[in-house]
């Protein structure tokens, strides 16, 4: 009854969208499953719905509320610090994100991503070391 209410309130949200465009029926039972695996903790569900609703703590979502002074990656410092950025693009995190490409076959997606269980898990790892590395600088 409780995810049965969560997906109707989730359906009208205009949250909704960004994960429309990686999942047509979103939520799908295959991400409802993902999140609430025994294999991710809760920080790493929170991560994942983060990182698909682009509602995660990086330059580019922080800028739109004035918590940091410019949208750029602070590392990169040319492109908007975005999800695609963070994950595909940033060439100064690309050996972090090496055994996440290195398993993927063909071009990497985070709707890719979230369709393997493998993939995820990587992503997850990525993350965690993306963590692990800013907490050290």
């Not at 063909?106 to 800013?134: C, P, V, W």
Request: glycine share 4%.
């Amino acid at each position: 009854m409780i995810k049965a209410k969560w997906k109707e309130k989730w359906r009208n949200s205009p949250h909704r969208v960004k994960m429309v465009e990686l999942v047509a029926s979103t939520p799908s039972d295959n991400f409802l499953k993902l999140i609430s695996s025994d294999k991710f903790s809760q920080k790493d569900s929170s991560i994942l719905t983060q990182l698909c609703t682009g509602h995660i703590l990086l330059n580019g979502y922080l800028y739109k509320f004035k918590c940091v002074d410019n949208p750029r990656c602070p590392v990169y410092g040319v492109a908007v610090e975005t999800v695609q950025h963070f994950l595909f693009t940033c060439h100064s995190y690309a050996y972090m994100c090496w055994p996440l490409e290195q398993y993927c076959k063909g071009t990497l997606t985070l709707k890719k991503i979230l369709s393997d269980h493998k993939l995820t898990a990587r992503l997850i790892g990525y993350t965690n070391a993306m963590e692990h590395f800013n907490q050290n600088r």
